[in-house]
């Protein structure tokens, strides 16, 4: 992958090339996961929940939302 200014960067095999990655707003984060924008904003100033910035805005990949519900998802074990 080409980044600019003569320098390559290799992509890992999990990785796709950036004009196939699908962003989501803050609003559309947290439709999704059914919270508040704020609890989103939270997730991403803690890191928990990667994001780019664009202009004032936040845009989240939203393969990086899929991959944090499916490692914060808990399973209750009969009592």
Known sequence: MHTGKGRVRVMSSGERPLQE????TVAEVASVMRVSKMTVYRLVHSGELPAIRVGRSFRVPEQAVHEYLKESYVRLESA
Do not use: C, P
């Open 21 to 24: 990655v699908v962003f989501l």
